[in-house]
Nanobody, 130 residues
Framework: QLQLVESGGGLVQPGGSLRLSCAASGFSLDHYAIGWFRQAPGKEREGISCISAFGGKTNYAYSVKGRFIITKDNAKNTVYLQMNSLKPDDTGVYYC???????????????????????WGQGTQVTVSS
C-alpha cells in the first residue's frame, strides 16, 4: 500500500508557527518531488510550496513566500513544511503530494498543474484563530 500521511496540524494563534510533516510508506520518496497544497472552506485547492526530488530546489506561492519553508529529508522519507507568522487566511486542510519522474529530479513540479502528482495524502487541518 502506497501512502502519504500528513501530520502536525492543529489550532494556532495568529503569528504562531506549526511544522507539518509528510511521511511516505510503501515507497521511497528519493526520486519524488513533493508539493504542499491547501484548501480552505468554499475555496479551490491552492498550491503553496513544492520541492524537487534532489537538490532542494523550491518554489513558493506569493501568499506564503518568506513565511513558509519546505524541506525534504530523503533519509527519513519525510517532507516538512515549516509555517511561521501564520495568518487566519492560512486556515485550511493541508495536503502533500508526490510527483514521480526525472523531470522533477532537479526542478520543482507545478503548483497549479495537479495532474503532475501521483500520490496524495489525506490532509491535516490547520486552523489559525485567536
Amino acid at each position: 500500500q502506497l501512502q502519504l500521511v500528513e501530520s502536525g496540524g492543529g489550532l494556532v494563534q495568529p503569528g504562531g508557527s506549526l511544522r507539518l510533516s509528510c511521511a511516505a510508506s510503501g515507497f521511497s520518496l528519493d526520486h519524488y518531488a513533493i508539493g504542499w497544497f491547501r484548501q480552505a472552506p468554499g475555496k479551490e485547492r491552492e498550491g503553496i510550496s513544492c520541492i524537487s526530488a534532489f537538490g532542494g530546489k523550491t518554489n513558493y506561492a506569493y501568499s506564503v513566500k518568506g513565511r513558509f519553508i519546505i524541506t525534504k529529508d530523503n533519509a527519513k522519507n519525510t517532507v516538512y513544511l515549516q509555517m511561521n507568522s501564520l495568518k487566519p487566511d492560512d486556515t485550511g486542510v493541508y495536503y502533500c503530494a508526490a510527483a514521480y519522474g526525472s523531470s522533477w529530479y532537479h526542478q520543482p513540479p507545478s503548483l497549479t498543474n495537479t495532474y503532475e502528482y501521483d500520490y496524495w495524502g489525506q490532509g491535516t487541518q490547520v486552523t489559525v484563530s485567536s
